[in-house]
């Protein structure tokens, strides 16, 4: 008969991991109580992100919603079908997508820290080690809203992680399976992983061929990726084509400080280092514990530690490489590959989060093996203690989780329009209309949070309709409001109290995306703003800061 496996017959380094796991879940729960007790602060909530990737998922629930709406229909057709076919799941058991997008960063979060440990130890068989590159991690997170934002985005980390444990366990199958959710959830995480297999078939130490099995895996990966990736490649969503290089130039947005769509600087170090075309590296070494990763390869280089091993930690270096290679692919194919950014900046914080802590434990191993040659294990006690200070409470000097929570503070009008019909469209130049598809659950004619250019299909329909919105808004003909009102059968219109003072034209982020409207003068009162003057008998809701004018009223006499 089996003997029954229980505590007291596990070799003590199997106990001492499960601790040290134990331990480190602990610490990603305690760092993401934060962010849930925020997402559940108001009754109004939602991540920034979330209002381009999860209002329209409303559908799931009520399939009326958004009738012949091209914001919600954009999005829905970009968004990868895992992560759709997630939250359809999840609908179907009754959970809202928007109460689902709070749901989901806590597991995701507590399942991101335990790959890493469980990646860690198999790199260096090191349980301390392990727990520090999650801790790193957890805290690098915590401080950005990559999983807070329940996205996409929210699935590289684990998907990453899985892939490389695959690897460094020799799955090929696995590997090849890990491959085909990273398509269903995040595909350019498939472009990574392909030159990463690609890269590991050379073993750059020997300048020799890596062995055979690699070859293997790597033939399983790609014919996965292939299979995954060629739907996206065959497929049109029908908003094409993707935004060229001269095209992005041309558009005042790309340059425009605060926009969302802003990709070029005038600094060339902020271009290639920062924003969404640089390798955003200052969010890798977030924590800044995180920049003595940078030291490992000196110390793997020169280094005595037994945690050291150059062939085990060979992943990293790679996974670098492979990061590389397709950030500059990115850059020379603007915009066919997305955003450039993509590529490093979560890989990179994957790879300096295990560096850092790997490199931490051997500086502490190495420093006690000279304090206990210089009898100076008081200093190095002392040592230790500032540097584990210095990790674990490294988000008290932040101020804070990041997560980018949006708060909707107009109540009421949003109960004004939800009990409006299903099918009304509601155009407005304010801010609070990135709110309304969320919070409201009605359709929008336009928005800064939707207007995103990398589809040209689509994003052309969306600046003619900003610049048609803001004609008609500040125009002094009435023939051109009401002109604009019948083409887009607008039924509500949403007005901030300042909308017709000089500084709100020259700081609203849709009128800067045509600065012929943002910088001219409004020559005096225009036909909307005579008409609402006049007279109240169209102002279907009204608070302090803004008027929600019922627009089909303002085409009669």
């Known amino acids: 008969m089996f003997a029954k496996l229980n505590r007291s017959n596990l070799p003590p380094q199997v106990m001492s991991a499960r601790l040290w796991l134990l331990a480190t879940l602990m610490v990603a729960l305690i760092y993401s109580w934060p962010m849930v007790r925020e997402a559940f602060s108001a009754p109004d909530v939602i991540q920034d992100d979330a209002r381009q990737h999860v209002f329209w998922m409303q559908r799931f629930l009520n399939p009326g919603l958004f009738p012949n709406d091209l914001i919600a229909d954009y999005f829905q057709s970009v968004a990868p079908p895992g992560y759709k076919s997630l939250y359809w799941l999840a609908a179907q058991l009754g959970i809202s997508p928007l109460l689902f997008h709070k749901l989901l960063p806590l597991p995701l979060m507590l399942l991101t820290a335990g790959l890493c440990f469980t990646l860690t130890l198999q790199l260096v068989a090191n349980p301390i080690a392990a727990a520090i590159a999650s801790l790193l991690l957890v805290q690098g997170l915590g401080l950005t809203d990559a999983i807070v934002s329940a996205t996409p985005k929210a699935f590289i980390y684990p998907l990453l992680l899985a892939l490389l444990y695959s690897l460094a366990r020799g799955w090929r199958w696995g590997t090849a399976a890990i491959i085909g959710l990273q398509g269903l959830f995040y595909p350019q995480l498939v472009l990574i992983s392909v030159v990463l297999l690609l890269v590991r078939l050379v073993d750059w130490r020997r300048w020799q061929l890596a062995p055979r099995h690699r070859y293997t895996t790597a033939a399983l990966g790609i014919g996965v990726a292939l299979a995954v990736l060629l739907p996206y490649a065959l497929q049109s969503n029908g908003y094409g084509p993707t935004l060229t290089l001269a ?15 802003r990709f070029f600087y005038d600094d060339p170090a902020t271009y290639w280092l920062k ?25 793997v280089w020169r280094g005595r530690s037994p945690l050291l091993k150059p062939q085990s930690l060979a992943l990293l270096p790679q996974l670098t490489a492979a990061s590389l290679v397709m950030f500059f692919a990115a850059h020379l194919l603007l915009f066919r590959l997305h955003l450039p950014s993509r590529y490093t900046q979560h890989s990179l914080r994957v790879v300096l989060s295990l560096a850092a802590a790997i490199a931490i434990v051997a500086l502490i191993d190495g420093g006690w093996r000279w304090a206990c040659l210089a009898w100076h294990r008081g200093l190095m006690l002392v040592m230790t203690g500032i540097l584990a200070a210095i990790v674990l409470l490294y988000p008290l000097w932040t101020g804070g989780p990041t997560t980018a929570y949006q708060v909707g503070q107009e109540t009421a009008l949003y ?26 659950g009605r359709s929008i004619l336009v928005g800064s949070e939707y207007a995103i250019p990398y589809h040209t299909g689509y994003y052309q329909r969306i600046r003619d309709r900003v610049r048609r919105l803001i004609e008609a808004q500040y125009s002094p003909d009435p023939e051109v409001l009401q002109q604009f009102i019948r083409d ?70």
């Open 415 to 440: 109960g004004v329009l939800r009990q409006q019909p299903e099918d009304i469209l509601v155009a407005s130049l304010s801010s609070e209309a990135n709110n309304l598809p969320s919070f409201a």
């Open 247 to 261: 095209g992005a130039r041309s558009l005042p947005e790309m340059t425009l400080p605060g926009s969302r769509a």
């Open 275 to 299: 924003g969404r075309s640089g390798l955003r590296l200052a969010t890798a070494l977030t924590p800044v514990t995180n920049a003595l990763g940078l030291l490992l390869p000196v110390l």
């Open 488 to 557: 887009y059968r607008v039924t509500h219109w949403l007005i901030d109290g300042n909308a017709f003072r000089p500084r709100y034209r020259q700081t609203n982020l849709l009128l800067q995306m045509f600065p012929e409207f943002a910088a001219a003068d409004a020559g005096g009162p225009s036909a909307l703003q005579r008409r609402l003057a006049a007279s109240e008998d169209c102002v279907a809701f009204r608070q302090r800061r803004r008027v929600l004018v019922d627009a089909p009223c303002l085409l009669e006499p």
